[in-house]
């Protein structure tokens, strides 16, 4: 199973990115997709997750009504549209795969290799 993360960039604050995460290896379709980041000398934290059939969606508190996630399964992508970006908002991105919906980073198996974003301010 890989994981390609792409799209992070440098960016004004209240500027705005949108991720891409290519899956390829198993049935994309099957699983649970999520956007986890890691800021430097901080934990890797939850940023949102979609349900294999995109029909569940949950975003960290710190993101909801700035970023939207989705997923294009004929296309193996998950997509992470990021508005009104803060510099608070700076780090490294990954997305990772789940059989199980939720938010916690031991719940995912399979990660990408991380995209980085940097909000300027």
């Known amino acids: 199973v890989q994981l390609q993360a792409s799209g992070g960039g440098l960016v004004p604050a209240g500027g705005s990115l949108r991720l891409s995460c290519v899956a390829s290896g198993r049935t994309f379709s099957r699983y649970v997709t999520g956007w986890f980041r890691q800021a430097p000398g901080k934990e890797r934290e939850f940023v949102a997750t979609?349900?294999?059939?995109?029909?569940?969606?949950y975003y960290a508190d710190s993101v909801k009504g700035r970023f939207t996630i989705s997923r294009d399964n004929a296309k193996n992508t998950v997509y992470l549209q990021m508005n009104s970006l803060k510099p608070e908002d700076t780090a490294v991105y990954y997305c990772?795969?789940?059989?199980?919906?939720?938010?916690?980073?031991?719940?995912?198996?399979?990660w990408g290799q991380g995209t980085q974003v940097t909000v300027s301010s």
């Open positions: 990772a795969q789940s059989i199980h919906y939720g938010s916690s980073v031991g719940m995912y198996d399979y």
């Open positions: 979609v349900s294999w059939n995109g029909g569940s969606i």
